[in-house]
């Protein structure tokens, strides 16, 4: 059974989330940005990294871990490589800049590369990947995070779920592969534990050890299942030790040692298609590889199947023009920030 939903108009989301930040010390214009990302993600269909994580993000700002005023500031440079220095600001803010940054750098060299250490949570990956892309980038970005995931075969969870992003220019919009290396985000775990309705595959492990299709027992051990079992745990780690290693920020096992999902490390690339001998024909190239791709034998005829990101336009028309359904418990604890 669904929990109870209501619908917030976008501009109603925004308006609230923007008065709430106010009076926690950002500026008018950071309130006001943040507040767009929020509501953005909300509207693509990302709630989990939208609405719901909303008061999550407040309670750190107000617990200190988030700085409202704090602004990167260039650590080292090397040709197209910047080592940028987070300050504990606001993580979807820092990761704008050194996206922006990143694509700076790009259009001088033809590939940028930005890594940024000391900053927080980026909020949606996604968030990158579509802005670059739009711009006509190809954008690749990755984060290392809190400990939730075991190493195949271990017992303890030493790894973190460190979300990767890959984006591209496609017609007018983007294809945005934004994911977790664990099976199912946290944010997804936690809208199934508030519709209270199962997962759909194994997520991870509950306390004795069993994989299970209960969201709660995952939240309770804390040991998310990686994606592609052992490969997913590789992917993790590499994703790690190169989030630190280009940032000279924290690796995860200091973030864990920590407790608290803070100082972490990332890394943002982009890519100029306009400076390649073929861009003439890339988005010829790429139209042929979608048409193809959704020519694919479908295993049920009801079953549509989508590139990444084309469920995000889907979600962005409707909710645009519905408005965005959102958990009334949800919506009520943050009404209550005010």
């Known amino acids: 059974m669904s929990a109870p939903t209501i619908i917030i108009a976008a501009d109603e989301m925004r308006d609230r989330f923007t008065s709430i930040l106010l009076p926690l010390g950002f500026t008018e214009s950071r309130a006001t940005a943040l507040a767009e990302i929020f509501t953005v993600n909300s509207v693509d269909g990302i ?9 999550r993000f407040v309670q750190y700002v107000k617990d200190g871990y988030v700085v409202p005023q704090a602004v990167p500031t260039l650590h080292h440079k ?38 940024l250490a000391n900053t927080n949570h980026w909020i949606r990956g ?18 290392n995070t809190i400990g939730v995931m ?6 303890d969870s030493r790894l973190g779920n ?16 934004d994911m977790a290396m664990s099976q ?62 280009l940032s000279a920020g924290l690796a995860g096992h200091e973030i864990t040692k920590a407790g608290i999902e803070t100082d972490i490390s990332q890394v943002f690339i982009a890519i100029e298609l306009g400076r390649l001998g073929n861009h003439s024909v890339i988005p010829k190239t790429v139209q042929q590889i979608i048409d ?14 989508t590139y990444p990101g084309e469920r995000v336009l889907n979600n962005r028309k409707h909710n645009t023009e519905h408005g965005i359904p959102v958990l009334k418990k949800v919506w009520e604890e943050i009404l209550s920030l005010g």
């Not at 709630?47 to 008061?55: A, D, I, L």
């Not at 994606?227 to 994703?239: H, N, P, R």
Request: net charge negative; with cysteine; glycine share 12%.
């Open 126 to 143: 996604g968030t990158y990947g579509w802005h670059a892309a739009k711009a006509g980038y190809v954008f690749i970005g990755m984060t």
């Open 184 to 245: 199912y985000s946290f944010g997804a775990m936690e809208l199934a534990v508030f519709n209270d309705q199962p997962l759909a595959v194994y997520g991870g492990y509950d306390q004795e050890g069993q994989l299970t299709l209960d969201p709660a027992s995952v939240l309770t051990s804390r040991r998310a299942l990686p994606i592609g079992y052992w490969k997913g745990a590789g992917l993790s780690l590499l994703l790690d030790i190169l989030s630190t290693v």
């Open 150 to 155: 075991p190493a195949w075969g271990a017992l």
């Open 78 to 115: 090397f040709g197209a490589i910047e080592q940028w220095v987070g300050h504990r600001g606001p993580g979807a803010l820092n990761a704008l800049h050194a996206t922006d940054a990143a694509m700076r750098l790009a259009h001088e060299y033809g590939i940028g590369c930005v890594a």
């Open 292 to 305: 193809d791709y959704h020519q694919s034998i479908k295993m049920n005829p009801s079953t549509k199947i």
């Open 162 to 177: 460190n979300p990767f992003v890959i984006a591209l220019p496609y017609q007018d919009e983007a294809i945005v592969l």
């Open 47 to 55: 709630y989990t990294h939208g609405v719901n994580r909303f008061p």
